[in-house]
């Protein structure tokens, strides 16, 4: 059933404009009396196509539900920069696997290191591509791609979570499985560029109460490491 996003919604006078009726009545070729759900916040609204016009699609409500596919656990990835089809390829993964933020960042051995102004150039593509992963995965919401962030903001960032993981192979750390996840609410995953982290960040990080988790002895791209991560920590809190 195809799926809508909205920021806010009427549930006694459910419509969709803009690019969104367009689709519906243009791509789609969908008639008055065909299903679709809208999302907004989390839940999502079952509805059938009462009337299309050339710029609206008016709704009747049959439903309402929490959206089944979205996780328990509030998930954040800090993900140092890699170069920017690698980032197009975790965000739209990681969304389909339930983070709720991908925050961007710049650390000391990211080779690609765009200036804010040209990364808020891109800002509004990754964000499209969260937007597309979220529909076809049935996502209730749409995770939030913020500009661009310092290493030393990022950590300002986590101490306002329940749980930060960071993911460092070159001393070791704790396996995922070590990890207490009871009554976590929020979590931050932190996963270096193509170059990792230098000791100095893991233990900016390890300051604020961070936990350093290792991946197993194989070494793994940086577009391979917070996939798996994020599949490991779905499955630890019975999100899989």
Not at 61 to 80: G, R, W, Y
Not at 109 to 125: H, Q
Request: overall charge negative; charged content about 25%; some cysteine.
């Amino acid at each position: 059933m195809p799926r809508f996003f909205v920021n806010e919604i009427d549930e006694d006078n459910i419509t969709l404009t803009g690019s969104d009726a367009n689709h519906i009545g243009r791509s789609l070729r969908m008639k008055k009396g065909e299903e679709i759900t809208v999302c907004c916040n989390g839940t999502d609204y079952n509805c059938i196509i009462n009337n299309i016009t050339s710029d609206t699609v008016y709704l009747d409500m049959i439903s309402k539900n929490p959206c089944s596919a979205e996780p328990d656990i509030n998930v954040t990835l800090f993900q140092a920069v890699p170069k920017l089809d690698k980032l197009e390829y975790i965000i739209q993964k990681s969304v389909e696997l339930g983070v709720s933020r991908i925050v961007p960042l710049i650390t000391r051995r990211c080779i690609s290191r765009p200036d804010e102004k040209d990364f808020t150039k891109k800002l509004s593509r990754l964000q499209k591509i969260a937007e597309q992963a979220s529909k076809q995965s049935g996502r209730g919401i749409i995770p939030e791609v913020t500009p661009i962030v310092s290493y030393k903001k990022a950590l300002d960032i986590m101490q306002e979570l329940d749980r930060t993981i960071i993911l460092y192979e070159e001393k070791g750390g704790c396996k995922f499985s070590e990890v207490n996840f009871d009554n976590v609410k929020t979590i931050g995953l932190v996963v270096g560029s193509e170059g990792g982290f230098d000791s100095e960040e893991v233990q900016n990080a390890v300051d604020i109460g961070a936990v350093r988790v290792w991946l197993g002895k194989r070494i793994l791209r940086c577009e391979t490491a917070p996939i798996t991560a994020m599949s490991i920590l779905m499955f630890l809190t019975n999100n899989m």
